[in-house]
């Protein structure tokens, strides 16, 4: 028997939800507590699918944003398409192997090993011969995630066949697992998954030699893309917009040259980069001029409407946070803006970064993000884990991280 938190389908309650936390967002931790359609289940472990899957046992889970627009009933209906229900949700995941594997490139795991997943449920891990996306090493671009011998789901954690993270087992393939270090705690492995998406992120961003950035939002996406930003590109000024006291000091820590409050986004971007501040007689102000490249890492209305209005023109847009909400597009369309989407990481294993032969080989980014994970001032990113039992608590605790001091809120499966 395997202990797991499931999402179920409920339209009463997913509406009832989907209303409080949207028209209170204050009480949105209050509403997946008490009107989500979640459930405490004590059932059969998810059975493997098939040859090269493997059975793993979570250690620490942590909670994504992705995860919490879905439990507060705001993520759009575009992905109803895209997951079987029910489904465990969790896809940042360190875990230990139940059964040996050799992975696909050959190394073998005995039974026991730590690993982390890339949770995209591809071609591979469907049994299918590879589209275009996943034969190029772009595996977040998988045009097969609704087929094969699983049933919908774009990632682990979005899947009712595969299990998620939340939960005491799942089962992963072995073209999702990646070893983790001996030296390497649980508490930093368990951020590799968000660190591969930021470097996903910082990669998508393509910044010049010297390029001026803005990353809008302080919670892990955001810290984690200034992180990644830093290692792996050569991006000149980078402005962090951030909220809170706690979001500053990390902020700064990781790497950000200057700090500016939302309330002074516009005003901060227009004095750092000489640019031109318009009044509309309605809305809010832009500027003539501006950042070179904008990353959403919030995802809400007013964060990709603030992106917009400072890139300047012939600029990049890119969007990292799950977007929730509508926004003016008038902006993309005068200033001839690029928008970029970053959803998940590339796998990349020894793939042409391009798909074109003869092209460098790109790493995966999970490659790029244990290096992160292992180098980076990372310590207290975790700054809760909760079992599962308290699952009210802890999702809570995630929904007011900010407020709270807290960067990352987790699930401790290890704990009785």
Do not use: N
Not at 148 to 171: D, E, I, K, N
Not at 314 to 339: A, H, I, N, Q
Not at 374 to 382: I, K, R, S, Y
């Amino acid at each position: 028997m395997s202990r797991a938190l499931e999402l179920y389908r409920s339209m009463p309650r997913y509406l009832a939800t989907r209303t409080l936390s949207g028209r209170l967002p204050a009480l949105a931790g209050a509403a997946a507590g008490m009107t989500a359609p979640l459930r405490l289940t004590d059932g059969p472990a998810p059975a493997v699918p098939g040859e090269g899957w493997v059975p793993i046992r979570p250690r620490l889970s942590g909670i994504c944003g992705s995860d919490l627009v879905t439990v507060t009933g705001q993520s759009s209906f575009y992905f109803t398409s895209l997951v079987s229900m029910p489904f465990v949700p969790g896809h940042e995941i360190v875990a230990d192997t139940q059964t040996s594997v050799t992975l696909t490139d050959g190394t073998e795991l005995p039974a026991g090993s730590r690993v982390v997943l890339d949770p995209v449920l591809g071609c591979a891990a469907r049994g299918l011969p590879a589209c275009a996306g996943c034969a190029a090493g772009h595996t977040s671009r998988c045009d097969s995630i609704t087929v094969g011998h699983l049933s919908p789901g774009l990632q682990t954690g979005f899947c009712a066949r595969t299990g998620g993270g939340w939960s005491r087992s799942l089962v992963a393939h072995r073209s999702q697992l990646y070893p983790v270090p001996a030296d390497l705690p649980d508490e930093r492995a368990v951020l590799v998954e968000p660190l591969a998406c930021a470097v996903h992120t910082a990669l998508r961003a393509r910044a010049g030699d010297g390029d001026r950035i803005l990353i809008i939002g302080a919670g892990s996406v955001g810290l984690f893309t200034l992180l990644a930003l830093r290692a792996y590109t050569k991006a000149g000024l980078v402005t962090v917009v951030a909220k809170h006291r706690h979001q500053v000091e990390r902020a700064r820590l990781f790497g950000a040259d200057e700090i500016i409050s939302p309330a002074s986004a516009v005003g901060g971007v227009r004095r750092a980069t000489r640019a031109l501040k318009l009044e509309p007689e309605a809305g809010p102000p832009y500027l003539l001029g501006g950042v070179d490249i904008s990353i959403d890492c919030a995802g809400s209305a007013s964060s990709l409407s603030t992106a917009l209005r400072v890139t300047r023109a012939g600029g990049r847009v890119v969007l990292s946070g799950v977007p929730t909400g509508p926004v003016d597009l008038t902006p993309l369309w005068f200033r001839e803006l690029e928008l970029v989407g970053t959803y998940a990481s590339s796998a990349g294993r020894g793939l042409p970064a391009d798909g074109a032969a003869g092209a460098a080989v790109a790493p995966a980014d999970f490659v790029r993000a244990l290096e992160l994970a292992a180098t980076a001032p990372l310590d207290g990113v975790v700054s809760a884990a909760y079992p599962l039992d308290r699952w009210r608590d802890a999702l809570d605790h995630a929904l007011g991280a900010g407020r709270l001091g807290a960067v990352k809120v987790a699930f401790d499966l290890m704990a009785p």
